[in-house]
């Protein structure tokens, strides 16, 4: 077969995995978003008006506490529910790639 005739042919596996970085980037982002506003909106008041939740200041446990409680929550349901479950991570051959692109056509099955 000459290179002509030879069509490239990108690994369907790519948009998947684009998805799912993009997924893990804006998570993160939310969650600095969401620290930065709790760290500093809440604990930009005077000590003297700080109230206080289970010992730590608000902000503090807004920002440190609560969302790490909130966002290793939501990193499990995105892994669970939004990622790939049975990737192969091996090369694949054209007919391969073309059978796994049909069977992941519209979403994860």
Partial sequence: MSKENKKFM????YKQCNKEAMYGIILGIIN???WYAF???LGSKPVE???YILGF???????CVLS????????FFMVNKLFEEDMPLERMTEE???EYERKHKGGRK
């Avoid at 200041?57 to 920002?63: D, E, G, Q, R």
């Fill in 10 to 13: 990108e690994d369907p596996r």
């Fill in 32 to 34: 600095m978003v969401w």
């Fill in 39 to 41: 760290g500093y909106g």
């Fill in 49 to 51: 008006e700080y109230t």
């Fill in 57 to 63: 200041p608000a902000w503090f446990f807004y920002s």
């Fill in 68 to 75: 790490v409680v909130i966002f290793v929550g939501a990193t």
């Fill in 96 to 98: 391969e790639a073309l």
